[in-house]
């Protein structure tokens, strides 16, 4: 890599790089992703041996952190979790001015921002561990808010008694009228979907909550910017688009090729083949094969038998035999398969963003982090001016 950050000054000019396709912006020692040979690893260790063996709050340590944690450390950090999942009751007041069908990931984002309001010596850059902390801890309570207030039910305390899925399952899914208990086929899954999600380096949401934070704005407003980026139907909100396309070619009949035929046609139709293609992986998305066959194991498991998985089954296989997808290097992203699992585990569609964002939020805050330690200059693109020359301005009568 070739540093050009003061080519300007050296050569007039300005390089235009629309998307960032190839502009690194900043150098990171939190995750590498190598898009030829689908590999991904989070500080040097493999996605594969983190979504098998780790959890997701010691996968979260590592991110934020540099290192696994010792069980020392693992309790320290949990236990500060577990003690600030309650959020203050004040926020319920601007939870309870937004209308009953909001997106929860407007909610989300809009609740995020508002922490920063009961915390402000963030903005004076100060306790950051323990906003981190606060961040960790207040999130899945936030998120499960709308999901409660859409089906009319009251919300649920944290219960501090129970791990960080468990607790986040339990203020989900418990009735006050009947017991709930954790299935551990839902929480085993929950916890590898997380940690697929946890970093993906300058993807659109985490270069946002850097552009956001070089500024030197507080963690929250940096957190909450990257919530709202990440819901865009390119980037975190495909998982929902998916499993709103898989449907709707089942009401349809089940007519794949007609789809495929769309998408080959994109530039005509506008339509996408949604949870196919990624800005980095020109090989597999290694989350996708595991969320793959986490999809098989934990449908048989918890004997859900949803048609959707075999529709998208068909799809992957129709596109992996098209020359438009393999010219193209279209594969299944981490998108395409999660949404199959959310909707086994209760999960409705319009929560599976939010899902994401849980999970993506440990990455957010490394990054954020990093970029502070680094004293990263405030992030600030350059353009190609097109617009008009020198013109002479008119008084509004004369126009
Ligand atoms: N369906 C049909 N055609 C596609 C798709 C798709 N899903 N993705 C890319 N293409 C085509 C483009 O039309 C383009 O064709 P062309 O060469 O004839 O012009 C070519 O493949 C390259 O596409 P770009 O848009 O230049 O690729 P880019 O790297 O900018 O986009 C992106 C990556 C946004 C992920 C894209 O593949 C896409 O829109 N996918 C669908 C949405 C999606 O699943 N997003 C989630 C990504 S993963 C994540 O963010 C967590």
Redesign the pocket.
Known sequence: AVDISNLRDQTGYVTLDR?Y?NTGATQSAITFLDGEEGILRYRGYSIEDLASKASFLEVSYLLIYGELPTQEQFNTFSTGIRRHTLVNEDMRKIFDGFPVNAHPMCVLGSLVNAMSAFYPDSQEGKNTDLHITRLMAKLPTLATWSYKRSQGHPTNYPKNELDYIANFLNMMFALPVEDYKVDPVVAEALNVLLILHAD?EQ??STSTVRLVGSSQANIYSSIAAGVNALWG????G?NQ??IEMLEEIKEGGGDVAKYIDM??N??TTGF????????VYKNFDPRAKIIKKAADDVLSKLGVNDPVLEIAKGLEEAALNDPYFVQ?K?YP???FYSGIIYRALGIPTNMFTVMFAIGRLPGWIAQWKEMREQKEPIGRPRQIYTGSTLREFKEISQR
């Open positions: 998307g396709k993906h993807n659109c139907p390119l980037h975190g495909a688009e998916v998408a080959k994109a530039k996408r083949l949604f949870g196919f293609g990624h800005r193209r279209l992203n981490v998108d």
